[in-house]
């Protein structure tokens, strides 16, 4: 195990606190648009100093890495959120590292990572796309997504690519979150698709074996 994964092995836990912490300081203002100043800049509080908690876990596994400029290179990423502020929401993809300790004690089988993976994938992306429209849609003209409900909604027919049509954002912001949570969508589908058909081949190799 190198210096880098034993890092990233102690502070995986701290991490994923604080990206629920994140959540919860993004989601909360976005909820209640009517709630007190202080507690709005509580919560911008909350926001930044997570920011700088990430920002100083990317330093010190930089730090910590072999090759420094090929370690940055390959998190691209992670130079990304923590170099542009407004991409900050983006950080509670990080919340993906529970899927890390879920697959752990997943059953074995190819279903089990697969059902792990995709609920898990499924579930952030639509509750982190309905708050991400929600704010940019709600105050716009002619905004047909005004509520967390009508958000909910329009995320989830999106990542499933079924698209009624009867929500759809207005605003360019709103549209890139759509463009990303399509992208998302075709990916989960194609996985599980990939999934299924490897293991109708493993199956049938298998079968092949045993009766010749």
Known sequence: MTRVERWERRAEVPLLLLSVAFLVAY????????????WREFFETVSWTVWAAFALDFVVRLGLADDRREYAVRHWY????????MLRPLRLLRLVALLRILDRSAAGSLA??????????????????SLAVLQAERDAPDATITSFGDALWWACVTV????YGDYSPVTTQGRVIAVVLMVVGIGVVGSVTASVATAMLARAERERRTSG
Not at 27 to 38: E, H, I, S
Not at 78 to 85: F, G, R, T, W
């Open 112 to 129: 089990g990572r697969t059902l792990v993976y995709v609920s898990g994938t499924a579930v952030a992306s639509v509750g982190l796309a």
């Open 27 to 38: 989601a909360w203002p976005v909820l209640d648009p009517r709630l007190d100043r202080g």
């Open 78 to 85: 992670d130079v990304a959120l923590i170099a542009v502020p």
């Open 160 to 163: 499933t690519t079924v698209g």
